[in-house]
């Protein structure tokens, strides 16, 4: 029997449905051309002005990349395709080359079973991880995320308001903050959504990196999803924390490029 693409799987699924849902709980407007997806947000960045899935088709691809790219310009928003193995048509990466849109990141689709990872570990007792306990406390948790995805303050104000309407309105996002000695250091959150947990917004303020607090803040965040009883957890990771989840028993299954709006 011929096997599958990694991308075809039931994992690769698990961690392209809690990528989308987390984009559309941050979202403020959902809309679609010829079955490709695409967001608007209050969040001026064009990670989360963006598409988010494509089943579109030789024929209509081009002129679904136009009306896209022609609405996010009128209302003068900077935007991106995230990509991934399971959009179509497969010659989709070529047809936003030739319409001026720029590679941009890339990060990794991941997978584990939480009931194989082992997250028993001795925690260093200068870190110390809680959970946002007030919306107030997000004006902290942005800080080492806006240092390691390098936003501007009107994106890091934007991303943290998000967040803070998230925390009073959908239960499915619990957020964390790691502190070391006392010292704001890292922060992650976790999205709870059907099938799988997943990892989102993990950073840790440079001055405070390679003291094994991701890996504390991911842990933590894991053993909380096995507690509330989910068996899969996803996440998108880049360069510096890829090799950090392989280790640690998560598998790639998919990529997701992004592909920059020229009005950038």
């Not at 709980?25 to 598409?51: F, G, M, W």
């Not at 991303?159 to 309407?165: D, E, L, N």
């Amino acid at each position: 029997m011929k096997l599958l693409p990694s991308y075809h799987s039931h994992q690769a699924n698990l961690i392209a449905k809690n990528l989308q849902a987390a984009f559309i709980a941050l979202s403020n407007k959902q809309k679609e051309v010829d079955n490709v997806r695409y967001l608007y947000s209050i969040i001026p960045h064009p990670t989360l002005n963006c598409v988010i899935q494509a089943e579109s088709s030789d024929k209509t691809i081009q002129s679904s990349i136009k009306a896209i790219h022609q609405d996010y310009a009128q209302n003068n928003t900077p935007h991106c395709w995230w990509v991934s193995e399971q959009f179509t048509p497969l010659n989709i990466q070529d047809e936003l080359l030739a319409f001026n849109y720029q590679k941009g990141p890339l990060f990794r689709g991941v997978h584990a079973n939480i009931k194989q990872l082992d997250l028993v570990f001795d925690v260093d007792p200068k870190i110390r991880i809680e959970y946002i306990k007030d919306p107030f406390e997000f004006d902290l948790w942005i800080k080492p995320i806006q240092e390691g995805f390098q936003f501007s303050e009107p994106v890091a104000n934007a991303f943290a308001s998000c967040y803070k309407k998230l925390f009073i309105e959908d239960t499915r996002f619990i957020s964390y903050i790691a502190y070391y000695e006392n010292q704001l250091a890292g922060s992650i959150t976790l999205f709870l959504h059907t099938d799988a947990a997943g990892l989102y917004n993990g950073a840790v303020l440079s001055s405070f990196r390679r003291k094994g607090i991701m890996l504390t803040l991911g842990k933590k965040a894991l053993l909380d999803a096995k507690e509330k009883g989910f068996e899969n957890a996803v996440s998108q990771v880049g360069k510096g924390t890829y090799n950090m989840s392989i280790n640690t028993g998560f598998k790639e299954y998919l990529s997701f490029q992004s592909f920059l709006s020229t009005s950038l």
